[in-house]
């Protein structure tokens, strides 16, 4: 087994950051799905009690009722934008993390170009030194049957 070059180290290095760049992103692709449903059924919510409201307005309402409607209302319009708030956060860490991962994925490319041309050379000094013996073994064998005896 050839031993670890350092260049091989840096190579292992740079995939478990790209990995671990990528679950960051899986997850925050999940806290944005989380965000989004959360988002959605607060604006169902709202939807639902602005109806309820206009059709508690129609059929006659206490003004204490209607205040109270109101707040509810401005409660979820409160809820709503802060949960916008978070899904913007989250859009912009998503963001910063696939660029992560994009810089992470062209450094290991990087490295690994870098072992593969280590690679050939070593393979093109290796063909160099087994061509020379065969020539010297060849060029020896010539001299010897060239020799008289």
Do not use: C
């Not at 204490?64 to 409160?78: C, K, V």
């Not at 490295?111 to 087994?130: D, G, M, P, V």
Request: proline share 2%; no cysteine; glycine share 4%.
């Amino acid at each position: 087994m050839n031993p670890e070059t350092p260049l091989d180290v840096l190579i292992n290095l740079t995939q478990d950051k790209l990995d671990e760049a990528g679950r960051a992103l899986a997850e925050l692709g999940t806290q944005r799905r989380e965000a989004q449903g959360q988002l959605t059924t607060l604006d169902g919510y709202r939807n639902d009690y602005t109806l309820r409201l206009q059709n508690t307005t129609e059929s006659g309402v206490t003004a204490s009722n209607y205040h109270n409607f109101r707040h509810f209302i401005a409660t979820l319009d409160e809820a709503i934008s802060q949960q916008n708030r978070i899904l913007a956060q989250i859009d912009t860490r998503i963001v910063a993390g696939r660029q992560q991962w994009r810089d992470e994925k062209r450094r290991l490319s990087s490295y690994e170009t870098l072992k593969s041309r280590q690679l050939n050379q070593l393979q093109a000094r290796e063909q160099r030194r087994e061509q020379r013996a065969s020539d010297e073994a060849a060029a020896s064998l010539y001299r010897r049957l060239r020799q008289p005896h």
